[in-house]
C-alpha cells in the first residue's frame, strides 16, 4: 500500500512538471525546453513538408523523408498525449475525464491530432494532399506565448489605428485607379493588348506601386513614363505609411503592457513590504 501511495505521489509529481513545461510557467518568462523542442520540430516537419513537393526530392529522399516525418508524428503524438494527460490541471478544463474530453474537443488540440494523422496512414504521391495537410503543424506555433503576444499587439493596431489604416487604403486605392486610367490614355493605341483597357492597366498600377515590377507591361510612350515614375515615388508612400501606422500601433501596445507589468510589480512590492 506504501509503494502505491508513493507510486502515485511521483506520478502526480511528475505529471505537475510536465504542466508548468508544457504551459511555459517560468519564473524568468523564459521558453520551457519541452516549448523550445517543439518549435525546432514544427520548423524542422515544415521544412521537409515543402521541399517533398519537389519531384526530384521525392525520387531521391522520399523514403528517408518519409521516415523522418514518422518519427516527427511519433514526437507529435507524445507530445498530444502529455497534453491530453496534464489537461485536468487546468482550470478551464476541469478535472478528470470531462478535461480530457474538454481539451481533446478543443481546437488546437484537433489541429494536434489533424497534424499527426498524415505520419501514419501511409502518405504517398498519389496522396499528395494528404501531405499538404501536414502543413497545418505551423498553426501549432499558436501556442508559443511570445507568439500569442505579437497577435495581441497586431490587433491593438489594427484595432487602435483602424481610422488612419482606413485613410492610408483610400489613398492607395485612389492612386491605382488614377494612375491605371492616365495610362490607359497615354498607352492603350499603342500597346492594346497589354494596356488597353483600365483593368489591364490596373494590373500594371499594382505591379508598379508594390514595387514588384513584373516587366510583362511596361510604357514605351514619353507621357506614359512620366505617369511611371510618379506612380512608382507615390507608391513608395502608399506603403510606407501604413508601415508607419501599424508600427506605431505596435509601439502603444507595447507600453501599455510594460506600463501594466510595472504597477502589477509595485503592486506586489508594495504588498510584500507591508507584509514584511
Not at 99 to 110: H, L, T
Request: hydrophobic residues 45%; charged residues 20%.
Amino acid at each position: 500500500m506504501h509503494s502505491y501511495f508513493s507510486l502515485r505521489a511521483t506520478m502526480n509529481e511528475l505529471r505537475l512538471r510536465i504542466y508548468k513545461e508544457i504551459i511555459n510557467d517560468s519564473p524568468s518568462g523564459r521558453t520551457s525546453v519541452f516549448n523550445k523542442i517543439c518549435g525546432v520540430t514544427i520548423f524542422i516537419s515544415i521544412f521537409f513538408a515543402v521541399i517533398i513537393t519537389e519531384n526530384s526530392i521525392d525520387y531521391k529522399f522520399g523514403d528517408q523523408i518519409d521516415l523522418l516525418d514518422w518519427i516527427i508524428g511519433g514526437l507529435f503524438c507524445i507530445e498530444y498525449l502529455c497534453r491530453l494527460w496534464v489537461a485536468p490541471l487546468e482550470k478551464k478544463y476541469g478535472q478528470g475525464w470531462k478535461g480530457v474530453f474538454r481539451y481533446a474537443v478543443s481546437p488546437m488540440a484537433i489541429i494536434d491530432l489533424i497534424a499527426i494523422v498524415p505520419s501514419f496512414i501511409g502518405v504517398r504521391a498519389e496522396l499528395k494532399i494528404l501531405r499538404i495537410i501536414r502543413l497545418l503543424r505551423i498553426l501549432k506555433i499558436g501556442r508559443s506565448e511570445k507568439f500569442k503576444q505579437s497577435i495581441y499587439h497586431f490587433n491593438y493596431a489594427l484595432r487602435s489605428k483602424s481610422q488612419e489604416l482606413q485613410i492610408s487604403t483610400f489613398y492607395t486605392v485612389l492612386l491605382l485607379l488614377i494612375s491605371s486610367t492616365f495610362m490607359y490614355l497615354a498607352e492603350s493605341s499603342i500597346q492594346p493588348g497589354l494596356l488597353g483597357s483600365i483593368p489591364r492597366c490596373l494590373w500594371w498600377s499594382i505591379t508598379t506601386v508594390s514595387a514588384v515590377g513584373y516587366g510583362d507591361s511596361i510604357p514605351v510612350t514619353a507621357f506614359g513614363k512620366i505617369i511611371a515614375s510618379i506612380t512608382s515615388l507615390m507608391g513608395i508612400a502608399a506603403i510606407a505609411i501604413p508601415t508607419g501606422i501599424l508600427a506605431s500601433g505596435f509601439s502603444e501596445s507595447i507600453g501599455i503592457q510594460d506600463e501594466r507589468k510595472n504597477v502589477s510589480n509595485q503592486i506586489e512590492f508594495s504588498r510584500h513590504s507591508d507584509e514584511t
